[in-house]
């Protein structure tokens, strides 16, 4: 006798059941705000520590992203685990211990990557308040493909002589960026391999008064407006599905596959970006990602990824002309074409 067939499930995604089973609640839609989200204890980290899993609409089929608050005083249990990871800080002070490394300190805006599969913990320092990070990682690709935690989190295999080094950025809005001006007027930017994972920091700037080229991003962008005062636009290359985003400390965006972003200064000083996704220039991973690298610059009629000026929704230049005269600022940008 075969097994009952009644009782096979379909369309599993063992990430996903993982994550509800963990403790902590499970945030849906186009954008999350990482800092006002109510968190939950996450009992794998330890006592002290709460958490909320970030499930938005754009995170494709390979990243995740999760909220993490240590109470002041408290720090993670010391753990390892077998996936790639960013953390970027968005309030508090703490420490990075990782073993067989002297501690590091951080503070907001600071970027950092752990070895992979090496123990380590996350240490709150604040005088008189929490520390709260985001992380995002490649768990829900190795979850769905390993589909069994112990496996990722409890792996004795030690990690790889090129896998021991943290890469510790202790805050982006002071490293130096690289002019960019095929995206726009007066950008800069940074592509970051942290570490030697598989996980890519894009950082993007703009200078008051001026906005960038709409991009179409690939599933599973997370984009983190970090400072300045600004708003965001996700549309489709019709321009008849239209979404404005103001910026705040803590948003996150993960735009769908087939919508473009584009991001607006409309602050009187510079602003940056940061957007964290898989594959970089060291190890791009995925044929796609290759593609985009090499074609970063391009416009879409180019075979890139870039909407120019002159292709963009006819709302878009007023709407950010308006908001720059209501301010009492001036506009950089010249006309759209």
């Not at 063992?14 to 204890?41: H, I, K, M, N, V």
């Not at 753990?79 to 002070?93: A, K, N, Q």
């Not at 690939?218 to 979404?243: C, K, N, Q």
Request: with cysteine; net charge neutral.
């Amino acid at each position: 006798m075969g097994a009952d067939s009644s009782a096979i499930r379909y369309l599993l995604d063992s990430y996903l059941d993982w994550s509800r089973a963990e403790g902590p609640p499970l945030y849906e839609g186009a954008f999350f705000d990482a800092a006002t989200a109510q968190l939950r204890p996450w009992p794998r980290l330890g006592e002290g520590v709460a958490a909320g899993f970030a499930h938005l609409a754009g995170r494709g089929d390979f990243l995740g992203l999760q909220a993490i608050e240590i109470a002041q005083g408290g720090a993670t249990r010391p753990g390892s685990h077998l996936f790639d990871e960013i953390y970027f800080v968005l309030s508090g002070r703490g420490e990075l211990r990782v073993e067989g490394e002297a501690p590091v300190a951080f503070a907001r805006r600071a970027l950092f990557s752990p070895p992979v599969n090496r123990p380590f913990s996350l240490a709150a320092t604040s005088s008189g308040e929490a520390t709260r990070v985001v992380c995002v990682n490649n768990l829900p690709f190795q979850m769905n493909f390993f589909r069994e935690a112990r496996f990722l989190f409890d792996n004795p295999y030690p990690p790889a002589a090129t896998d021991i080094v943290t890469h510790f950025i202790s805050d982006l809005d002071k490293i130096t960026l690289q002019p960019s001006p095929a995206r726009g007027p007066g950008y800069a930017s940074a592509d970051l391999a942290m570490g030697q994972n598989s996980l890519n920091a894009h950082i993007g700037a703009l200078p008051a008064g001026a906005y960038a080229k709409a991009r179409r991003h690939g599933p599973g962008a997370h984009i983190l407006p970090f400072s300045g005062e600004g708003y965001s636009l996700v549309y489709t290359e019709d321009g008849r599905e239209f979404e404005r985003l103001n910026w705040r400390p803590g948003l996150v965006l993960a735009p769908a596959d087939d919508r473009f972003i584009q991001h607006f200064n409309v602050g009187a000083a510079p602003a940056r970006i940061l957007s964290l996704s898989l594959g970089n220039r060291q190890r791009p991973l995925l044929a796609r990602r290759q593609t985009r690298f090499a074609n970063a610059d391009l416009s879409i009629d180019a075979g890139g990824t870039l909407l120019d000026f002159a292709q963009q929704p006819a709302a878009v230049h007023p709407m950010f002309e308006d908001e720059l005269r209501r301010k009492g600022l001036k506009s950089h940008m010249g006309s759209p074409a």
